[in-house]
Nanobody
Framework: QVQLVESGGGLVQAGGSLRLSCAASGRTFSTKAMGWFRQAPGKDRKFVAGFTRSSGATYYADSVKGRFTISIDNAKNTVDLQMNSLKPEDTAIYYC??????????????????WGQGTQVTVSS
């Protein structure tokens, strides 16, 4: 089992920055990929960014490319999401997720076995 706890959400003005952090515990060595997803009110949960442990490759949704950066600190077992140039449309609950098998692409929501409880990000205009 892997436990994930997100932190760092909050209210920020458009153009501002936030850094989300996901603390992982449990059998973290067994995870093949980590990802961040977000869910706006009334909408489906969508991929934001992902990281594959074996290759170190990173993946981003088109809507956040150039603004968001995912990073992993293996020593601390954390996965961070640095969010810059935030827009009101970035408002959502952000979830951290862990993939145990590495079978599906990190952008595929079906790839993930473990999820955090989410942290709210609100961007005001």
């Amino acid at each position: 089992q892997v436990q994930l706890v997100e932190s760092g959400g909050g209210l920020v003005q458009a153009g501002g920055s936030l850094r989300l952090s996901c603390a992982a515990s449990g059998r973290t060595f067994s995870t093949k990929a980590m990802g961040w997803f977000r869910q706006a009110p009334g909408k489906d949960r969508k991929f934001v960014a992902g990281f594959t442990r074996s290759s170190g490759a990173t993946y981003y949704a088109d809507s956040v490319k150039g603004r968001f950066t995912i990073s992993i600190d293996n020593a601390k077992n954390t996965v961070d999401l640095q969010m810059n140039s935030l827009k009101p449309e970035d408002t959502a609950i952000y979830y951290c997720a862990a993939d145990r098998t590495g079978i599906l692409h990190p952008s595929d929501i079906g790839a993930y076995d473990y999820w955090g409880q989410g942290t709210q990000v609100t961007v005001s205009s």
